[in-house]
């Protein structure tokens, strides 16, 4: 069983950056794909990022592309999610997953959830 606890969530301007944290329990952390998703209120969860083993390769929904950066450390057993330019579309719970198989697609499946964390954008 992987535990996964998501950080660094907040309020914070529109325009502004916030980076999350996902800290994972498993010592074999380096062979999870981890990915990130959101879900706000009344919405359906979104795929926002994913990123191989070795954080070689990542991937990224289309409303996030070229403003979210997602990264890992596996020495750490931490993955990252870089959020800038925030707008007032971006608010919702972020989660973390992770999953041992390999495979970067938006629409895989994951075994493993975190809890999320509340990101909240002011206009």
């Known amino acids: 069983q992987v535990q996964l606890v998501e950080s660094g969530g907040g309020l914070v301007q529109s325009g502004g950056s916030l980076r999350l944290s996902c800290a994972a329990s498993?010592?074999?952390?380096?062979?999870?794909?981890m990915g990130w998703f959101r879900r706000a209120p009344g919405k359906e969860r979104e795929f926002v990022a994913a990123?191989?083993?070795?954080?070689?390769?990542?991937l990224y929904g289309d409303s996030v592309e070229g403003r979210f950066t997602s990264s890992r450390d596996n020495a750490k057993n931490t993955v990252h999610l870089q959020m800038n330019s925030l707008t007032p579309e971006d608010p919702a719970v972020y989660s973390c997953a992770a999953d041992p198989r390999p495979g970067l697609t938006s629409r895989r499946e994951y075994a493993y959830w975190g809890q999320g964390t509340q990101v909240t954008v002011s206009s």
């Open positions: 990123i191989s083993w070795t954080g070689g390769t990542t």
């Open positions: 498993e010592r074999t952390f380096g062979r999870y794909v």
